[in-house]
T-cell receptor, first 112, second 115 residues
């Protein structure tokens, strides 16, 4: 069964550094999403992406965040200058445009 | 705004016990409702869904009924197994918020089933 994959599984970085989280979507999916879950809190929507542009973004998704699909396969989330409060589990999800979204296993980001 | 409230965990049950995890929602319009499950070390997997009032979603022995009158979507299973131990998330689709159908999640409920 096709799966969404994410790399790395765990990323440790120092405050102020840039990080790139990667996601490989299911091959025929056209809608892409990032969510995050701070430890002990809700899973929160960050951004959705379709047709090579952002469809919607949350208040969390400020200028420090960006997304792109650089090679038509990977879908990346970049945080330009990480803060301690960016420490969280980041989930990629992909879909065909129906209400169903398929999630990856997540990347745990730890900012020290 | 739209929101989902789940009962707090952890929920600890013995094998073959009956499970209920409560979920209520606040939404404008008529959202679709979902239960996702996260097994240890894995991603979120869709467990079941319901797209309109009175729909019952079911999968792997789990059931949930979309109750518009009580704005609830409680998850139930008649006889849990150790392998059901996981975190369960209730979620709704953010309709009619555009074509992206972003999901709004509850906090998750940890279920631990003991043999």
């Amino acid at each position: 069964e096709p799966e969404v994959t994410q790399t790395p599984s765990h990323q440790v970085t120092q405050m102020g550094q840039e990080v790139i989280l990667r996601c490989v979507p299911i091959s025929n999916h056209l809608y892409f999403y990032w969510y995050r879950q701070i430890l002990g809190q809700k899973v929160e929507f960050l951004v959705s992406f379709y047709n090579n542009e952002i469809s919607e973004k949350s208040e969390i998704f400020d200028d420090q965040f960006s997304v792109e699909r650089p090679d038509g396969s990977n879908f990346t989330l970049k945080i330009r200058s990480t803060k301690l409060e960016d420490s969280a589990m980041y989930f990629c999800a992909t879909g065909t445009g129906s209400k169903l979204q398929y999630f990856g296993p997540g990347t745990r980001l730890t900012v020290t | 705004g739209n929101s989902v409230t789940q009962m707090e965990g952890p929920v600890t049950l013995s094998e073959e016990a009956f499970l209920t995890i409560n979920c209520t929602y606040t939404a404008t319009g008529y959202p679709s409702l979902f239960w996702y499950v996260q097994y240890p070390g894995e991603g979120l997997q869709l467990l079941l869904k319901a797209t309109k009032a009175d729909d019952k979603g079911s999968n792997k022995g789990f059931e949930a009924t979309y109750r518009k009158e009580t704005t609830s979507f409680h998850l139930e299973k008649g006889s849990v197994q150790v392998s059901d131990s996981a975190v369960y998330f209730c979620a709704l689709s953010d309709l009619p918020g555009g074509a992206t159908n972003k999901l709004i999640f509850g906090t998750g409920t940890l279920l631990a089933v003991q043999p």
